[in-house]
C-alpha cells in the first residue's frame, strides 16, 4: 500500500455495509477537507443526489493518489447515474492512471467492475471481456470479489445468449445474498428480474419484485416503480401512470415510460419528444425512429412490442356518423383497453384538455351503455367492452 489515507481508507470498507458508521468520519479530525468531502460526496451519490455530488468534488483535488482516485472515480459514478455514460468511462479511466501510485489492488478492480457495467449497457462484448479479464488477474479472494467476477461471468452469458449457463451463475450468485449489502442485493434481483425475461418466465419477474420490497427504502425507489409499470404494462398490457417528481433524479428511466406510455396511447409526435431527449443523452443506444440498441431489457420488449404490433384504429370517418357510434366502435375493433385520452381523441379529433373535457367523454360513455345495452369497464384509466 502506498497511501497516507489509512484513516480515510478505512472509512470507505464501513461505506458498503455500514454507511451510518462511514458517515461518523465526516467528524474526524485525521481526514483532511479533501477526503471529507470525497467521502460525503460517497453517501451523496447513495442517495442519488448527483447534482450535489458533482458541485462538491468537480472543482477540487487531492495530492494522494488513492484519495484522488476515489475522486475521480465517484465523478464517473455520478455521471453515470445521470444518464452521461461517456463522461462516467473517461473518470473511471482517469482514476486507474493513478493505480502504480497507490498500490491498492481492490480499487482497481472495483474501477474495471464499474467499467464493464457501463460497456455492458452499450453490448461492447469486446471490452465487457477487457475489464472481465484484467478483474481476474487482480485474483481478489474475497465475497466482494467473488460477487464482482460472477455478476460480470453472468452478464456475459447473458450478452451472449447463454441462458443456462447464465441461471447456474444466478444459483451461484444467490448463495452469496448473506453476505451482500442492501445495493448489491438489488442488484441481484434486479439481474434475476432481467433473467426471467429472457426465459418468458415472468413469475420469476414478479417474484424478483416482491423480494425486492423487502430492501429499505426500495419498494419507494425510481427503479421499482419503473420495473412494476413496465412489466405490468407488457404481461398485462395495463395503462401506465407516470409521474415526473418520482424520477427527478434518474432522467432516463423518466423518458422511457413516457416513450411507452405515449406509443401506447398512438401519440406519436409526444413519444418523439421524449425520445429525442433519449438520443441526445446516449446517441449511440437512441437512434432515430425508436432504434434501440442496447441490452435487452423490460424497455426494450415493451417497445419492441408496440412496434411489431403497431396498429393504428381504421374507422370511417363521416359526418353521418355519430359520436356515439365511432365510440362503440372504436372500443370493439380495439384488441385491449383504450385510454380514455384515446378515446377522446378518436371521436373529438383532439386530445382532452380539461376536466370538462372528460366529463363530457363520461357522458358520453353512459350514453352508449344505454343505447347499445353493454356493459363498459373502466380500470386504471382505461375503457373496455365487458365480456
Not at 458498503?16 to 483532511?32: I, M, Q, S, W, Y
Not at 448473506?178 to 418468458?200: T, V
Amino acid at each position: 500500500m502506498k497511501t497516507n489515507a489509512k484513516t480515510f481508507l478505512h472509512a470507505l470498507t464501513l461505506l458498503g455495509r455500514k454507511p451510518e458508521k462511514a458517515k461518523v468520519f465526516l467528524n474526524d479530525k485525521r481526514l483532511t477537507v479533501q477526503e471529507k468531502a470525497i467521502l460525503k460526496s460517497m453517501l451523496l451519490l447513495r442517495d442519488n443526489k448527483f447534482e450535489e455530488v458533482l458541485e462538491l468534488i468537480s472543482n477540487i483535488s487531492a495530492s494522494d493518489p488513492f484519495v484522488e482516485s476515489q475522486r475521480l472515480q465517484t465523478l464517473g459514478g455520478a455521471y453515470n447515474n445521470k444518464g452521461d455514460p461517456k463522461k462516467a468511462i473517461y473518470f473511471y479511466n482517469k482514476s486507474l492512471d493513478h493505480d502504480d501510485a497507490h498500490g491498492i489492488p481492490v480499487m482497481d478492480f472495483h474501477t474495471y467492475y464499474c467499467l464493464f457495467i457501463l460497456h455492458l449497457n452499450f453490448q461492447d462484448i469486446k471490452k465487457m471481456r477487457s475489464c472481465f479479464s484484467k478483474m481476474k488477474q487482480f485474483n481478489i479472494r474475497s465475497a466482494f470479489g467473488d460477487l464482482c467476477i460472477l455478476t460480470c461471468q453472468f452478464h456475459i452469458q447473458m450478452s451472449e445468449q447463454k441462458y443456462n449457463e447464465a441461471s447456474d451463475s444466478l444459483e451461484e450468485l444467490e448463495t452469496l445474498l448473506p453476505k451482500m449489502a442492501e445495493f448489491q442485493k438489488m442488484n441481484f434481483y434486479i439481474d434475476k428480474f432481467d433473467l426471467g425475461l429472457r426465459l418468458e418466465d415472468y413469475d420469476m419477474s414478479r417474484q424478483c419484485l416482491e423480494d425486492m420490497k423487502q430492501i429499505r427504502k426500495f419498494r419507494l425507489s425510481a427503479n421499482f416503480k419503473y420495473m412494476k409499470s413496465l412489466l405490468e404494462n407488457f404481461v398485462q398490457e395495463a395503462p401506465m401512470y407516470v409521474y415526473e417528481q418520482d424520477f427527478i433524479d434518474h432522467p432516463i428511466l423518466h423518458h422511457q415510460l413516457m416513450v411507452i406510455k405515449h406509443l401506447e396511447e398512438d401519440n406519436t409526435e409526444e413519444a418523439q419528444k421524449y425520445w429525442q431527449k433519449l438520443e441526445t443523452m446516449n446517441p449511440e443506444i437512441y437512434k432515430e425512429k425508436f432504434s434501440y440498441q442496447g441490452q435487452l431489457c423490460i424497455f426494450g420488449l415493451c417497445l419492441d412490442r408496440y412496434l411489431r404490433n403497431k396498429k393504428s384504429l381504421i374507422l370511417p370517418h363521416s359526418d353521418s356518423i355519430s359520436k356515439e357510434d365511432l365510440l362503440f366502435m372504436a372500443l370493439e375493433t380495439s384488441n385491449k383497453p383504450l385510454s380514455k385520452e384515446k378515446i377522446f381523441q378518436i371521436v373529438y379529433g383532439d386530445l382532452p384538455e380539461s376536466k370538462f373535457d372528460l366529463q363530457k367523454l363520461k357522458s358520453l360513455i353512459c350514453l352508449v351503455k344505454k343505447k347499445k345495452n353493454i356493459r363498459i369497464q373502466y380500470k386504471k384509466g382505461c375503457y373496455v367492452i365487458a365480456s
